[in-house]
């Protein structure tokens, strides 16, 4: 597997939320059912998260009656600081990614820089995009929540 072949996406977001929170929030099923893959014409039907290296998360939304599944495997988990994650959607892949969350404090708030290894190449901008709204949607549900 070369990295030609299967490509890295990076996205880096700004937060006005501690580094804590914005960390907390990947770990936290009430939390991440309402933000982590979720879509506004779709509904979150499950949510398990076994927050623990070596414990895995399934998170499930219903898409036009379709549910599409999004799982994987905590790696490390070094709050607030790195969170790594294997990552899959059965529906179009057997194959597992890798994610790294890496978040850094800053004056107010935090960045927090997601590096997705291992992207399929037809996916690759949909990944992008995809990472994108996820992290702009936990902005706005941390900016919600005190």
Do not use: N
């Not at 623990?52 to 549910?67: A, I, N």
């Amino acid at each position: 597997m070369t990295s030609e072949a299967h490509p890295t996406v990076r996205v880096t977001h700004r937060f006005a939320a501690s580094a804590e929170r914005v960390f907390d929030a990947w770990l936290d099923p009430k939390s991440a059912g309402r933000w982590l893959f979720a879509t506004a014409a779709g509904q979150m039907v499950r949510v398990d998260i076994d927050a623990r290296v070596g414990g895995r998360f399934v998170l499930v939304d219903r898409r036009d009656g379709e549910d599409i599944e999004h799982c994987g495997e905590y790696l490390q988990i070094d709050r607030p600081r790195r969170l790594v994650f294997t990552f899959g959607v059965p529906k179009y892949s057997a194959e597992m990614t890798r994610v790294c969350i890496d978040i850094i404090p800053r004056d107010p708030g935090c960045e927090l820089t997601l590096t997705h290894e291992g992207v399929l190449p037809d996916y690759t901008a949909r990944t992008e995009a995809g990472w994108t709204g996820i992290l702009a949607h936990l902005a706005e549900v941390l900016a919600r929540s005190p």
